[in-house]
């Protein structure tokens, strides 16, 4: 890919795989997306509509053959955004997918970008579920070393497209979306002092929201993959155990190996708050089925 080598286990590709290494993990239920590499925002439109539309269709066809096992999010050729709606149409409508999975940015332009407008007008018509992934995390060069383009710039390009989204007005703009953020948000939690300090103090930082940042935080919702049950805790002190959804970032390298007993070792956490997060609140958030 792009002249580098990526290895791709098993589990990317092959369902029976997947399905062990689920049964390994403890999770019953996988609500699945394309690999990020494969969204293909930096390729001329009507490619990436063409692979948006390969890839949607086989998440479709993994979720009719393992209904019980497969919820799928649909890919949309965001650079373009007469194309994504398009394909949003043919994947949310045809295919009966209830939400997308789009990068950090849309090609060159941010998620606050007016041209994006009708894409998230779209999006809360339908009432769809948006789950914001990194994709091209800033300061790349800088980050090639130690993998911290992952441990770093993936969580950096996250809070870069909360703060967009916030200070952008698209969540004034549209305030029945639902979002949901990799990686707990990135640092968005951990610095929301520092935003609303910004936001309060320093003219540049006041944007177009009407409400301080830490406002829309509780309105957007975060997945699991911290790492570290105190790190957790401090996500669903912060948001509220119905914001927080059981993640794993599998099947990459990084992928929380035993995503349950994270959850179940967040100190304090009640049964009722457990459950949600779970699987309660992405059954909510997905309009799954038992």
Known sequence: MDGR??????????????????????????????????????????????????????????????????TPMASLPMQDTSLALEEMERACGELGMRAVEIGASAGERELDHP?????????????????????KPPARRRLDDFYLFNIIGFLTETTLAAGRLIFGGVLDRHPSLRILLAHAGGQMLFTEGRFD????????????????????????????????????????????????????DHPFGIFERDPVRLVDAVPGLGEAQREAICGGNAARLFGLDG
């Open 115 to 135: 041209d994006l407008d009708p894409f998230w007008a779209e999006v809360e018509r339908r009432g769809l579920a948006v789950f914001i992934h990194p994709v």
């Open 5 to 70: 080598f990526l290895p791709f286990p098993p589990a990317f590709y092959d369902i029976s795989a997947r399905l062990a290494e689920m049964e390994r993990m403890g999770v019953d239920h996988q609500v699945i997306s394309a690999v990020p590499l494969i969204l293909f925002y930096d390729r001329e439109p009507r490619l990436a509509h063409a692979m948006a539309q390969m890839t949607n269709d086989s998440l479709a066809a993994a979720s009719r053959a393992h209904p019980r096992k497969f």
């Open 197 to 248: 300090h910004c936001h309060r103090y320093i003219r540049q930082a006041q944007g177009t929201s009407r409400e301080a940042p830490s406002a829309y935080l509780r309105r957007l919702y975060y997945d699991t993959i911290t790492y570290h049950p105190r790190a957790l805790g401090f996500v669903v002190e912060a948001v509220g155990a119905e914001r927080v959804l059981m993640g794993t």
